[in-house]
T-cell receptor, first 111, second 113 residues
Framework: GNSVTQMEGPVTLSEEAFLTINCTYTATGYPSLFWYVQYPGEGLQLLLKATKADDKGSNKGFEATYRKETTSFHLEKGSVQVSDSAVYFCARLSGNTPLVFGKGTRLSVIA | NAGVTQTPKFRVLKTGQSMTLLCAQDMNHEYMYWYRQDPGMGLRLIHYSVGEGTTAKGEVPDGYNVSRLKKQNFLLGLESAAPSQTSVYFC????????????FGPGTRLTVL
């Protein structure tokens, strides 16, 4: 079936540290892959996306590369800020079926 | 554009009471979704709709009903609320196609006593 597995949190980092949040997906077909972010008290919003192998999505200093050979879409940022504290969700989409989300990873960045 | 809006923002119910959550979108999106979010469980899909007049069950549909009488609205009903339905409910919408961004509402926090 279709599933997404992401690393469990919480992740706590100091400001300016390097961030990686791992995400892997089941390789049924050729899904599109997404990272969504949820700030405290808000709904989810799209952070970045990639639609085919080797595509790199990027936004607000975050990046993720669609790796077909490892079925992964890890989220990275070189230097996190306190304002990046949020919950991050990896998701996959195949055809017109509903998005499948991972369980989310909570990131806390301390000054 | 208001995007995706949800009404109400907060609600407290007693066990056995009924209520309807309203989701509205002004982006002319075909697809609409209802999710619930619980600590440690991520987002779980309750019901969804791929067009006006259509609905389909998601991962956790029991205890909920939905209707999509108008394209812009998607209603989620609880006929007889239970404490297990205490959660934060999110509505979302998107256009068809695999590149389409999914837009989320701000959520409704429901407590069932």
């Amino acid at each position: 079936g279709n599933s997404v597995t992401q690393m469990e949190g919480p992740v706590t980092l100091s400001e300016e540290a390097f961030l990686t949040i791992n995400c892997t997906y089941t390789a049924t077909g050729y899904p599109s892959l997404f990272w969504y972010v949820q700030y405290p008290g808000e709904g989810l919003q799209l952070l970045l996306k990639a639609t085919k192998a080797d595509d790199k999505g990027s936004n607000k200093g975050f990046e993720a590369t669609y790796r077909k050979e490892t079925t992964s879409f890890h989220l990275e940022k070189g230097s996190v800020q306190v304002s990046d504290s949020a919950v991050y969700f990896c998701a996959r989409l195949s055809g017109n079926t509903p998005l499948v989300f991972g369980k989310g990873t909570r990131l806390s960045v301390i000054a | 554009n208001a995007g995706v809006t949800q009404t109400p923002k907060f609600r407290v119910l007693k066990t056995g009471q009924s209520m309807t959550l309203l989701c509205a979108q002004d982006m002319n999106h075909e697809y609409m979704y209802w999710y619930r979010q619980d600590p440690g469980m991520g987002l779980r899909l309750i019901h969804y709709s791929v067009g006006e007049g259509t609905t389909a069950k998601g991962e956790v549909p029991d205890g909920y009903n939905v209707s999509r009488l108008k394209k812009q609205n998607f209603l989620l009903g609880l006929e007889s609320a239970a404490p297990s339905q205490t959660s934060v409910y999110f509505c979302a919408s998107r256009t068809s196609g695999t590149l389409a961004e999914q837009f989320f509402g701000p959520g409704t926090r429901l407590t069932v006593l």
